[in-house]
């Protein structure tokens, strides 16, 4: 883990997993935080170097959902009353249309904010 961005459990249900689908969205926070771990110097080059490889990977796995219109306009409306930060909204409107598709689709996240308001959708 090289920020708080995953968990063990998380991981091995990746790895597990027949279908994943992710917003574009993660790949844009994925490359960033690397952005941010290579100008803070807190993680070893290498280290770097094998967490990119690692996630290209995983991208190469996933159905990757694009940020439309419906799902910008489902992120505006999304789990009112929780409080989930303005790009946490877009993936739990990715969430609930690809469950439309993948019926028993799981929602995969440390954040526990974003865990809660899907629970409610």
Same mark, same amino acid.
């Given at each position: 883990?090289l920020e708080?961005?995953?968990?063990?459990?998380v991981?091995?249900?990746?790895?597990?997993?027949?279908?994943?689908?992710?917003?574009?969205?993660?790949?844009?926070?994925?490359? +960033? #935080? %690397?952005?941010?771990l290579?100008?803070?110097?807190? @993680?070893?080059? &290498? $280290?770097?170097?094998? !967490?990119?490889?690692?996630?290209?990977?995983?991208?190469?796995?996933?159905?990757?959902?694009?940020?439309?219109?419906?799902?910008c306009?489902?992120?505006?409306?999304?789990?009112?009353?929780?409080?989930? +930060? #303005? %790009?946490?909204?877009?993936?739990?409107?990715?969430? @609930?249309?690809? &469950? $439309?598709?993948?019926? !028993?689709?799981?929602?995969?996240?440390?954040?526990?904010?974003?865990?809660?308001?899907?629970?409610?959708?």
């Amino acid at each position: 883990m090289l920020e708080t961005g995953t968990s063990l459990d998380v991981e091995d249900r990746i790895r597990s997993a027949d279908v994943l689908v992710t917003s574009r969205l993660s790949l844009v926070e994925a490359a +960033r #935080a %690397l952005i941010r771990l290579r100008s803070s110097s807190a @993680v070893p080059e &290498r $280290r770097l170097g094998d !967490a990119e490889r690692e996630i290209a990977s995983v991208w190469a796995r996933c159905n990757l959902w694009e940020i439309t219109p419906t799902v910008c306009e489902l992120a505006s409306h999304v789990a009112p009353g929780k409080p989930l +930060r #303005a %790009l946490d909204a877009p993936h739990l409107a990715t969430f @609930v249309l690809a &469950r $439309r598709r993948f019926a !028993a689709l799981d929602l995969l996240t440390v954040d526990e904010r974003l865990r809660e308001a899907a629970a409610i959708t």
